[in-house]
C-alpha cells in the first residue's frame, strides 16, 4: 500500500513552535485527504487537521488560528505547523492518508497511519 513516515516531534515550551512532515511513498497510488490526529496517554485519537487533495482544510476548534497544515505537492509532503503550543498539546501525533493505489490494472482502497511522534509543551 502506501507508508508515512513522519519526523519533527521534540520537545518545547509553552509558546514555542514545532513543525512535523509526513511523507508519503509507495507504488502507485492516489490521495484523498491526509490528516493528522493526536493521541494523549487515556485518551481517543482526535482530528486536528485534514487536507484533501482539492486542498480543503479543516481543524479541530482547539488548534484554530495556531496550527496550519501546509503542502509540498513536489515532495509529497505534507506538513502540521504547530504554533503558540500549550501544554494541552501534549500528544502523539500521527499521519493518516487515504485513497487509491494500483495492484496489477486494479485499484483497491488505502487506509495508512504513520508510526507516531511524541510533541511534548512544557510550561
Known amino acids: 500500500q502506501v507508508q508515512l513516515v513522519e519526523s519533527g516531534g521534540g520537545a518545547v515550551q509553552a509558546g514555542g513552535s514545532l513543525r512535523l512532515s509526513c511523507a508519503a511513498s509507495g507504488s502507485s497510488f492516489s490521495i484523498n485527504s491526509v490528516g493528522w490526529y493526536r493521541q494523549a496517554p487515556g485518551e481517543q485519537r482526535d482530528l486536528v487537521a485534514r487536507?484533501?487533495?482539492?486542498?480543503?482544510?479543516n481543524y479541530a476548534d482547539s488548534v484554530k488560528g495556531r496550527f496550519t497544515i501546509p503542502r509540498d505537492n513536489a515532495k509529497n509532503t505534507v506538513y502540521l505547523q504547530m504554533n503558540s503550543l500549550k501544554p494541552e498539546d501534549t500528544a502523539v501525533y500521527y499521519c493518516?492518508?487515504?485513497?487509491?493505489?494500483?495492484?496489477?490494472?486494479?485499484?483497491?482502497?488505502?487506509?495508512?497511519w504513520g508510526q507516531g511522534t511524541q510533541v511534548t509543551v512544557s510550561s
Open positions: 493518516n492518508a487515504d485513497g487509491l493505489y494500483r495492484s496489477d490494472t486494479k485499484y483497491y482502497p488505502f487506509n495508512s
Open positions: 487536507v484533501t487533495s482539492g486542498g480543503m482544510k
